[in-house]
DNA sequence: TTGTAAGCGTTATCAG
DNA sequence: CTGATAACGCTTACAA
């Protein structure tokens, strides 16, 4: 059906060698005999059977993706990100959803490779796998690139190749702004999950908070886990608890100036919680959240945040892939690129009141 | 290196033809054969390789998605869905982004095709092309399903096997419900974009306003262009000059009661815009929004939208596509899939006063 | 029930 | 500079 080399080289009774080289313009060739086989190849509209290619070559110049969490903005950002290296590359990106389970991604893993891909890049973290399966699961027999937001303790990484993101800088940057701005009372709200307390977001804040001398970190923390349920594909927040639970906080820490909040959708909450409880953002209290999904921009007024560099990540892991593919190059590295503090409207000067009053209803 | 039919072959003294047989759990090979052969595979790690099977085959068990416009959180939801749906299949989903643009669309597709790919899902509504060049360029060798959020007239498609949102049920059930809770002055806000003036949610927005004896449909809608741009990978509102367009709009049109925004990001925006001038949601304006981002539920109030039927859509598409890879099925067929309305706390009773005033700045 | 051999569309080695 | 030929790993008539 399809043109092959053969029917070309039979039409110019030629060998199927010659074509094959002519096409991939092989010096070795007669410019004269090339031109004839290219021209006619345009003419038959050849196109080359890549996973024939693919068998002779052991080859795909294809990687597989395995994405973590899904039905998030950022994960189609990276995705899209990553296709568009890959394709300037010549390669073509399978992506397999692992949800953020291991033993899922093993087997999406495997899937993959039986499928002949040259490489894989596995996003997630993986809180509640040991580091000994860590270590031992997510070996492949392809080079591998691991891809994670948030890490939780390196040391489980160590003999891998790593991208992660150094929150570390970007809560820094956040809480030395608070703190020009005037602020010391800042806390971290976070609906929480299993194996958070590994999250270095929460152990970079203490470590923040105690170095400004404001006292001890953890009682920074204002966290639930009864409002945030992972259903289906969706983190959920059951919005009246957390309006409630939000209003029961304020009253027993009135002196409070400033948030950060470790959920972006907890911070778009809350923006529009305070707003409703006569509370302004910034003028009464300031916010600050995580990630840089795009309504974080739109929301009124626009939140500072602390986002992850994915576009960074993204090059960075896809140039240490492209080191294991193409110059077979293994060795454990990790890569942490610095979080971005954004700023934008919803953080400023604290407020002259000790405390803070709510209003409305 | 990998273990192949031919390796275990050998430590068996059989031939390769049996293995691959039994393997594949073939009734001719006597079970004791098989037995033998399985346990060693198993034994020896075998992983059929995939890519020689393909080319053995002429199938490959491998789809195409080309997704449309990317970095939004629908695009990631579908892309699960259809992971989830191809994989209990035993399809592999390659994924490439086309921004929507058609040409690169084309592109893409053909080198899938390359790549041996049974069928093609082709997200993207292609606003700026023409009939005849959606007619024509988006014919493949291999079957296709297209797949449209919105549709920008049906006609084009009449040869396509294709699924598409029907806009206009959800668009009139929001009417209908605001109709009930006594408005009249509904309004529409769009940003626009090249094209726009073909999207049926227009169209059926003004049919609804008309029928229900409201006055002009165009009258209703209140648009501009100026402060929505497609920016890289991401649609980007100017949130100031937004937020002064929509000071006007307000102190020109004091009548307006409730309001259907056709991007999900402006209704966010919206929401907590109108919470700054003063103005509360629902008691003085009612919101509606489009389609179903996480974060319109953890809006304060949670808004109510007209959403796609993302799972149900997907569904259809990839049931569709296997009608056409597995059963040679290739006859032109449009379903369109009713999309819902989801009432949540932002649409309530019109309010008693007249006129709308701005009392915040 | 099993073996043999051709074929899928490429690339690569080795002669000529 | 070009042509044979083998090889990649699997499936599948056809034979035995």
Redesign the pocket.
Same mark, same amino acid.
């Given at each position: 059906?399809?043109?092959?080399? =053969?029917?070309i080289?039979e039409k110019?009774?030629?060998?199927?060698?010659?074509?094959?080289?002519?096409?991939?313009d092989?010096?070795?060739?007669?410019? =004269?005999?090339?031109n004839r086989i290219k021209s006619l190849a345009k003419e038959m509209n050849?196109?080359?059977?890549?996973?024939?290619?693919g068998?002779?070559?052991?080859k795909t110049q294809t990687i597989g993706f395995l994405a973590g969490s899904p039905s998030l903005e950022i994960t189609s950002t990276m995705e899209a990100k990553l296709d568009e290296l890959a394709n300037n590359a010549g390669y073509e990106v399978y992506v397999a959803h692992t949800k953020g389970n291991l033993d899922i991604t093993v087997k999406r893993a495997h899937k993959l490779i039986g499928r002949g891909v040259d490489g894989l890049i596995v996003k997630g973290a993986f809180p509640e796998a040991t580091v000994k399966e860590i270590q031992t699961k997510l070996k492949f027999s392809v080079p591998t690139v691991l891809f994670s937001g948030t890490l939780f303790g390196k040391s489980a990484y160590s003999s891998h190749r790593l991208v992660c993101q150094d929150v570390s800088i970007g809560i820094r940057k956040a809480i030395n702004h608070l703190y020009r701005l005037g602020h010391s009372q800042i806390y971290m709200f976070s609906m929480c999950w299993p194996g958070w307390e590994k999250d270095m977001r929460f152990i970079e804040f203490y470590k923040s908070i105690e170095s400004h001398g404001f006292g001890k970190g953890q009682d920074r923390l204002y966290s639930t886990d009864e409002s945030y349920a992972n259903k289906g594909t969706r983190h959920i927040i059951d919005v009246d608890l957390a309006f409630l639970q939000t209003k029961k906080f304020l009253k027993s820490h009135p002196e409070c100036t400033a948030i950060i909040c470790i959920q972006s959708e907890f911070a778009l909450f809350l923006t529009s919680a305070l707003a409703r409880m006569g509370i302004r953002v910034p003028q009464d209290i300031s916010i600050v959240g995580f990630d840089d999904v795009s309504t974080m921009a739109y929301s009124q007024p626009p939140l500072s945040t602390i986002a992850q560099p994915v576009e960074e990540m993204v090059n960075s892991a896809f140039e240490l892939l492209m080191e294991g593919i193409e110059r077979d190059i293994d060795e454990p590295k990790q890569i942490a690129i610095p979080s971005k503090f954004i700023i934008r409207q919803s953080a400023g000067e604290v407020r002259s009141e000790k405390k803070i009053s709510i209003t409305e209803k």
């Open positions: 059906m399809a043109t092959t080399l =053969s029917s080289a110019l009774s030629i060998s199927r060698g010659t074509v094959s080289r002519a096409l991939r092989d010096s070795q060739i007669s410019i =004269s005999t090339r050849y196109k080359p059977n890549l996973v024939a290619r068998l002779s070559l052991g």
